[in-house]
């Protein structure tokens, strides 16, 4: 159920910022107690009237909220029923601003090896294409990227290596120049930070399983480059938990 406590975090974290509506901030709440299961798949939200004292906002600001959470999928409304809970499969887990939302829920490492499965299933793939269809400007800025990533990693450097590390995946899903794969460079830019801080293994770099990707890439070897990237991607690589799908 959702808490005075909470609440009052919603409204005060709303406070502090003047960059973020208050229908934003009481969405994110909702949003992280659907995303952990403390609102659970078919349960009723609280009416109008209790919503807007919990959280102290007014009847606009909550249907502003109503309608942000039904953008992603997370709950639906119907006249004479109420607000309730959509089913999982309902959720637009690709949308930014709920990725954003998921990185703070406390079972955030769920979405994370569930996000491994999917980068599993089309990143190889991503590699494939990059090594036949980069353009110049894109082998240039996945160069910066690698060199960059050499020397942080040279130096022990945590903070660089991730920067790098994220910006060397993204050019690759953009050097596909498929539509339908840069998209995902964006969901990078969203998860790609809190993936890399959960799953890297006692500060290994995998800077040897990088190296292959990008060599790969740039001589244009496109089977080297799939197995390359399914190579990095594989568990040893990781030290997330095996998570059975819910």
Known sequence: MLSNESAGNAVAASDSSSSHRVYVQVAKEIAIKILT???????????????????????????ECNKLLEAKGLISSKPKVGTSVEARQQWHFLDPQLLDWIKEADNVQRFLTQFLGLRKAIEPEACSIAARYASIDHRKAL?????????????????????????????????????????????????????????STGGRFCLEEHEAIYDAIMTGDAFKARASSQLLLNDHNQKLALVTPS
């Open 37 to 63: 299961g403390e609102l659970n798949q078919g349960e009723k939200l609280p009416c109008e009237n209790d919503l807007k004292a919990k959280f102290g906002i007014s009847r606009t600001s909550l249907r």
């Open 143 to 199: 160069s910066i990227s690698f060199q960059n990533m050499k020397r942080a990693a040279a130096c022990h450097d945590y903070a660089a290596w991730t920067i790098n590390d994220h910006q060397f995946h993204k050019t690759i899903f953009l050097a596909t120049g498929n539509p339908f794969y840069i998209p995902f460079a964006n969901i990078l830019e969203s998860l790609f930070k809190t993936f890399i801080d959960e799953s």
